[in-house]
Structure formats: structure tokens, C-alpha cells
């Protein structure tokens, strides 16, 4: 059965701090891994993760793929009270029909 | 670009009676279409793939005589929750894959169903 775990699964810090957002996963066929973050509403595409030991970055934030242990990460440096949200992986299997499976989420609280 | 909407944004329903769900592509052509379920401080729950011109692929444990899903062209997908009870009322989210996108999937705002 796919699997996928997210730690924490809550995060208090205050502004400026770094956090670092766990994902693992045991998905059939695994293809590629999204992060995806939702704050009210419908979740905003973060990053899309194909290849092992490839950092990618957009500002602050940061991802990862490891392949082989099967997990990725999300860094965010310099936190601020917007980057409160949770925080989605998704893995892609391709097993059976293409299909996206997410992670319970971690929930971010950036304090003032 | 890729936006994709769903409509009614909120919805309140009496137990019993059947919701019709919307989403649309407003400007590309989604080959294929996702609908999640999300309970609070849940994570989201993928019920069906559908793909335009053919059946949704449901998950397991999702009934497909009760959440009907329809993909009729390359911008729109419904979903219609029949006999709808308590139980059902939840966010529901669609999202959808740009033809030519790899990986990418975009989704709408969401839809809260609560019934009575």
C-alpha cells in the first residue's frame, strides 16, 4: 500500500528562524514529488522534485529528493508570518492509473 | 495562465438531495482531471481520475453510484454527490493536468459541501 509520512506534523517558530519539513514515502512506480503549500483554500504548487541530490530553490524556500532513502525535504530560511500554512508532498505513482498521493501535511505557525 | 475555477464556491444542502460540483479549465485544455476530499485538518484525499471522453477512474472506497463524475470536454468536469448525507460534507477539490505540463497539476479554489 503507498505510503507517505510527513514530520512534524506541527511547527511553532518565531520569524527569522529555519525550519526543515520532512517527507517519506513508499509509493509504487514513484515517478516525481510535489510540495505543494495551502494556506486557506485550494493548495499552491511549490516544487516539482525528479531527480535525486538536485536542490531546487525559489527565495527562501528549498527542496530535495533522495531517491534511494526515499524521502524529501523542504527547507525555509528566514521564516515570516506568510510562510504560515501546511505543507504538502505529494508523490506521483504511475501505478495503475497516474495519480498523485499526499502526505498528511505539517502544519507551519510563524510567530511575530 | 492555468487556472482552473469550480463552482459554487460554498454550498448548503438539505440530507437527501444531490450537489453538482464544477470545475473548469479557464485557459488550457486539461486531458485530466482530479477530485480530492478533504476533511478538516485532514490532508486531501484523491476519489477519482477522470480523463475527457472516458469513465473516472475511482479510489478504493469511494462509491462511483454515489459520486458521479462527468468530463465531458477538455474544460470541464462535475461532480455530483447524489442523496447526499452529513457525512458527505467536506472540501472538495478538483484539480487538472495541463496536456502538455509533465507533472504539473493545478487546482481550483475548492468547494465547501455542507449538508443538513
Known amino acids: 500500500e503507498d505510503k507517505v509520512v510527513q514530520s512534524p506534523l506541527s511547527l511553532v517558530v518565531h520569524e527569522g528562524d529555519t525550519v526543515t519539513l520532512n517527507c517519506s514515502y513508499e509509493?509504487?512506480?514513484?515517478?516525481?514529488l510535489l510540495w505543494y503549500k495551502q494556506e486557506k483554500k485550494a493548495p499552491t504548487f511549490l516544487f516539482m522534485l525528479?531527480?535525486?541530490?538536485i536542490e531546487k530553490k525559489s527565495g527562501r524556500l528549498s527542496s530535495i529528493l533522495d531517491k534511494k532513502e526515499l524521502f524529501s525535504i523542504l527547507n525555509i530560511t528566514a521564516t515570516q508570518t506568510g510562510d504560515s500554512a501546511v505543507y504538502l508532498c505529494?508523490?506521483?505513482?504511475?501505478?495503475?492509473?497516474?495519480?498523485?498521493?499526499f502526505g498528511t501535511g505539517t502544519r507551519l505557525k510563524v510567530l511575530a | 495562465g492555468a487556472v482552473v475555477s469550480q463552482h459554487p464556491s460554498w454550498v448548503i444542502c438539505k440530507s437527501g438531495t444531490s450537489v453538482k460540483i464544477e470545475c473548469r479549465s479557464l485557459?488550457?485544455?486539461?486531458?485530466?482531471m482530479f477530485w480530492y476530499r478533504q476533511f478538516p485538518k485532514q490532508s486531501l484525499m484523491l476519489m477519482a481520475t477522470s480523463n475527457e471522453g472516458s469513465k473516472a477512474t475511482y479510489e478504493q472506497g469511494v462509491e462511483k453510484d454515489k459520486f458521479l463524475i462527468n468530463h465531458a470536454s477538455l474544460t470541464l468536469s462535475t461532480l455530483t454527490v447524489t442523496s447526499a448525507h452529513p457525512e458527505d460534507s467536506s472540501f472538495y477539490i478538483c484539480s487538472a493536468r495541463w496536456r502538455v505540463s509533465n507533472n504539473e497539476q493545478f487546482f481550483g479554489p475548492g468547494t465547501r459541501l455542507t449538508v443538513l
Open positions: 525528479t531527480s535525486s541530490g
Open positions: 509509493v509504487t512506480n514513484f515517478r516525481s
Open positions: 485557459d488550457f485544455q486539461a486531458t485530466t
Open positions: 505529494a508523490p506521483k505513482s504511475t501505478s495503475g492509473t497516474y495519480k498523485y498521493i
